[in-house]
């Protein structure tokens, strides 16, 4: 899989064609640990909004671990991206999130966005 964190923006735009949100719940499989979007990014085919509270303790550990890495500049250009992918957006919204909620993305080689979000308190 592949981590979105700063190019978020590049590979969320083509998540306007994406799928309806799944509610299944996410693989225990952890975050891949690249942190760069590839320059042939697969196309978003679908798009899965999982709240933090929602995953294993060792993937949320894992996540929580690659927040802290993040700059605030990196977050707000992931978060920017998400504003700007309507499919994403209201993928994230119909979990009752916002995109301020949204800590993490990655797409895995199937074109399956996930986005990891924590409800800003």
């Known amino acids: 899989m592949t981590l979105i964190a700063a190019a978020g923006a ?4 083509g998540a306007a064609s994406a799928q309806a949100p799944s509610t299944e719940r996410p693989r ?20 899965k909004v999982v709240e933090i509270d929602e995953l294993p303790e060792a993937t949320r550990a894992q996540v929580n671990q690659l927040v802290a890495t993040r700059t605030a500049d990196e977050l707000e250009k992931l978060r920017q991206a998400v504003e700007k992918a309507p499919a994403v957006k209201s993928a994230v919204e119909a979990k009752g999130l916002s995109a301020r909620d949204v800590v993490l993305a ?4 199937e074109g399956e966005l996930t986005i990891v979000a924590r409800k800003a308190g």
């Open 28 to 47: 225990s499989q952890p975050p891949a640990s690249s942190q760069e979007a590839p320059a042939n990014a697969p196309t978003i085919t679908s798009v």
């Open 10 to 13: 590049t590979l969320l735009a």
């Open 106 to 109: 990655q797409v895995s080689n």
